[in-house]
């Protein structure tokens, strides 16, 4: 964007602000009379809000810059995400300014779509809302995403208010299994507050806690709490899954039972740890739960499951032995037709390990436990199929493309008389609407949400809409007033609904902390007396036994598919394959021998409701009998990003598939993989699996890591005379090197890196995106290598891996700034150069792309425009209007043929040291943070001044587990990564 | 050097100085259909080759085939191509003028003219690798306001200076020798060629003293010049030796590539002789003893390659480094074994062919050897610079680069520009040294004088 463009808007904004929120654009450029208080040029204003990309609904902080939303960070006051953000809550701003954004209200006509007024649209609605509740009870339908609190409340009045019942919490992951299970086992629905932070031992069926189950972010920091390694001490972590995805990656053992066995692994444990008399039971209720238990023996168990025997009683007595321990199950990806089951023998597990009240709680009020089940929707579907639906209001959800093909929703909705769609995008549902009305972003909106018992998380706008959008409730409000309706006692807007019951006062400080934290309340849970409830049954699976059973998972970047759209989150590489763009079938090895099959070959999955063509990734991750796919891609409607990329893999699933709970089974049915003779490139960063012995991402078993050893890397082949030689080297260049302004007292700035906290979630990669202005080059640049992101999660296999007895390892990558940097020397014009800080700094405007830098990096951290990413017009212009608004005004835009890189977000070195000049105060350790150490949940960074002997990256690099990659050769990096620690058997 | 060639029995009788002019001048007559047909299709891969740079500049070095941690290509391969194939003029004409080799007169002027062409077509490349070739001129080291300035520990500058400083003294060397020529060509041209060759041959009247100079001049030249053959491809080959990487930083560099470059150049040098001399009937000038002495040249230079690339391969294991053994394993039999394999073929194994007499005297047989070392010598640098770059220290970023129609567009265009040189040259110069061909004649004697 010009700068003259961009101080235009930033005008507009602030009139606009100023007038109070209404949008509009001005033709002059007009200084202001009376400077708005809070809008300072150059200083960024922060405005406490909550994510709404997922339901768990992280605290957060916008970032603006001259009334534009530029950067979204975690809130260190709210209670879930304690400051720390995942990659997809980064991403929200690309959907506050994603181009392909409604921008006004339409309505499908026979001529196609047509641009409406508001007025004309809420009249229009209100008119068949008036006619649909006078015809009858319930023909008006109304779908929300996991909307709770205060808007929660008005939407289900507002229905009333149209003699309906017909409201749908709608989400595609709604963990009905997880919540039908506590009430089978302890009377209570509820999805259950996991406390992972002090868990000793970790046991997981199929849950992607680190992904996208239930609260990742809040996870991910509990984990690395408990499973990093401090003090002598870890958690162990145990992963059983037939498909290993990150969670599992960050385990210290894989365990891969046969599908649908993942229960009755569970009830073996619990039945071992009862005969091994460490359960925690007493009375009557210890007797039946034995007698219940007895049922699973270990041999039958070990035969249906696959897993040895010996496993089994060695897994229960660890478990049992850690004090307190901690069992979760329920992911999605393992969903199968005995989910519920599998669900209530991990309860029953936890309860006779004694962990119930402990790790395992129940409170009251999550917002969770309220959202409709994939059976409601399927009976709404039935309701609309039968024409008892008048009006359906669609609003934050996709049912079109969340629900399988096969549930027939599409078919069904259109027989609706009026269809209305609050869609930010055309996605699959908006494109089957009447009137589409679209909604204000998360970061345009108000709102309250109560997602975890005893907070209240308000939701504020961060600036003025983008576009001529209107918040969904105050639309429904103006239609209620139009119909002649009085709901929530005339509240005209969200923001009323919001404030209500708050003095001005309160609602400004509450919005300020980001709404009201207080502690949950706790509910004491027994186990129920009827066992019958919780007989399992082994799920039955759809199709030809022959083939392999589908595994279809939630993408940690798109999530449900929502995420399809922002060029963020679909240039992240995924998290376990590493594969961006594209859609994919995991196969393991073996079968992709047998079945001639290499990686790329696209293939035709075949179930019994469907076929799907995608390429194959080769990947141990898998079992043998067993391939993955997905969900997230496949769209056929949504914006340029999403749509026709990739295949949906809920194609491929029966709509009737469901279990106890009526939760949709997402693995439910065996698929037949046929050859079509074709073949892609898939768009991968990984260029070696294997790091070959080469030290990059190194670990420690737990009982070396006490012992202060070590795992070495090539370093270690240096003799002593050469390590001799090369210090002495080292010692005469340093001597030499501070010189002039280098011989000054400087800070130096480092980093280390824990990795054994960090769990790969690549949240760091699109912090970096946001903050950088790192441009998104698309699938076939990323198929080439090309990918431009600054920090990059590496990951490597290390062991054999034709079993399950192998492991991960992973490091983020980033510009080590080294000391002695290779880059530095061979650069002609100096652009790359050192500067008193210690920074490998980059002169954008100076580079004239020789790439001899990049040659010549050995960790391979500097990236090359190789187009023109960022001119207006360009053909590969990167920040398509509006997505250039969000560009920081801190960093340079780079311009095509230059070399860029990490700087440690040298920008915010350079405003902390200036605000600290500026105010005549010491900089304070741990006030500067770059964007990816910001954001990390597992809160593996540590930055700060290395000649500061007591600064916490001093202390951290001190660690035992500290080393340099490569360090032979000299460059000495200015990232020191800690070894991971293993914690193995019995340890 | 053994390169004092044994001589050959020429089956036709020595021409005379009258023959000489007459002949090698001959190749200046206006051109014939075939030359413009040829110059044309030349022009066309030009501006095909241009077209390719255009269309870089304005997209970005995205068009090309690039593919990190591939960051060089082609065009630093055909760089390095080009220097290389410049070497063996100054050698042909410097060294061998030093070194007295009577044979390289009838070779010596191609060779040259060769070296300028090559240094002009080698010197693009540095500058269409460029990200951003508009701000090329900022390696220079000259007084700015914009606070730029060389870094002089970088090899690409001491690269500008190499260049630069062999694209002088090779020129001024060919102009230099060129004079006697020019003059003899002068004397039997009219109207305004008559003032052009007057102008360049800077009014040579073939005095005593003028020769007298002229040998001192040109003498002093070569010995300028000499050490230039082994500085410049030094200097190019540190590009490679001083960066880090496995498989580049190797002591061993500079007289490998050296080497290289003469061996490159040599078979250049034949590819080009081989039809000039067809073309203009010189066989009587460029003799076959000729051809061998420089394929005794190629057979030596081919035989101290074959060894540097055995010591690299050797010296990879003994450092017991894993990073160079698995460059060097990879080089060999990873996804580049293709081209390793076309390299040593070319370079260390038909080569060897040239110990037999019949095939150093068979001029077919040498065009053949001579197009196979081209091949050769360019897939040297290439392997060098993409199997080293695509498996370096960080075994995530490992990949595969294959060239893309704009950098082979360039490639062709480069071969244009140098041959669209090299045909205006023959066009207006000789071809052939006219005045040291004839001091190896024996002097003419007037009729019925003493035999």
Redesign the interface.
Known sequence: MKRRRFLQVAGAAGAGLAAGCSSGSTDRLLPYVTPPEDIVPGIPTFYASTCRECPAGCGIHVKTREARAIKVEGNPAHPVSRGRLCARGQASLQGLYDPDRIRGPFRHTARGLEPVTWDAAIAQLAEALGAAAASGPDRVALVTGADSGALDGFYDEWLRAFRSTRRLRYETFAYEPLREASRLAFGVASVPEFDFASARYLLSFGADFLETWISPVQYTREFAEAHGFRDGGMARFVAVEPRRGLTAFNADEWIAPRPGTEGLLALALAASVVRQGRAHLVGAEADRVRGFLGRFGTQSVAEATGVDEAVVDRLAREFTAAQPSLAVGGGVAHQHRAATQTAVAVHLLNYVAGNVGRTVRFQTGRALDKLSRYSDATALVTAMAGGKVDVALVHDANPAFTLPRAAGFADAFRKVGLKVAFASHFDETAALCDLILPDHTPLEQWGALETVAGTRSFVQPAMTPVFDTRQTADVLAAVAQKAGKRVAAGAASARDLVAKGLAPAALEQTLQHGGQFGPAQQRSVYLVSDFARMAYQPPAFDGDAAGPVLVVYPSASLFDGRGANKGWLQELPDVATKIAWQSWIEVHPDTARALGLGTGDVVTVTSPHGSVEAPVHVYPGVRRDVVAMPIGQGHREYGRTAKGRGVNPLDLLGADATDASGALAFCSTHVKIQKTGRSVQLAS????A?????G?ARAVSLAAARQGEVEEG?EA?ITDAERTAIAAAAASQRQRAYIGEYAKPQPKWEMTVDLSRCTGCSACMTACYAENNIPVVGEE?TV???GMAWI?L?R?FEGDTSGTDWQVRQIP?LCQQCENA?CE??????ASYHTPDGLNGQVYN???????C???C???VR??????YGTVGD??FAFSEPLNWQLNPDVTVR?????EKCTFCIQRIRFAQNDAKVRGRELVDGEITPACVQTCPADAFVFGDAHDPDSRVSRSKADARGYNV?DM?NARPGITYLERVIRGEGA | MATIATPVPASAPEPTYAETNRDVIATLRPPGRKYFAGMAFILVGLAFGAFCWGYQLRYGLGVTGYTPPIFWGTYITTFVFWVGIAHSGTLISAILLLFRSGWRTAVYRTAEAMTVFAVMTAGLFPVLHLGRAWYAYWVFPYPNFRGVWSNFRSPLVWDVFAISTYLTVSSTFLLMGLIPDVAAVRDQAAGWRRKLYGLVSFGWKGSDREWRHFGKMYLYLAGFATPLVLSVHSVVSWDFAMAIVPGWHATIFAPYFVAGAIFSGCGMVITILVPLRKAFHLERYIQVRHFESLAKVCLLTASIVAYAYATEFFMAWYSGNPFERASFYNRAFGQYWWATWIMLTCNAFIPQLLWFRKVRTSIRALFVISIFINIGMWFERFVIIVTGLSHEYEPWQWSYYLPRWPELGILIGSFCWFSMWFLLFIKFFPAVAIAEVKEALPAPVRAGGHR
């Open positions: 960063t990984e260029g070696s294997r790091q070959l012995g080469r990059v090539p082949t640049q080439r290598h090309r990059r590496e490597y990558m290779p020397p061979v650069c002609p014009v100096y100076r580079c004239v792309g020789t790439r001899y990049a040659n010549n050995p960790y391979k990236y090359f425009n190789w187009w023109d053909p590969y311009t095509k043929g230059v070399m490569f050769l």
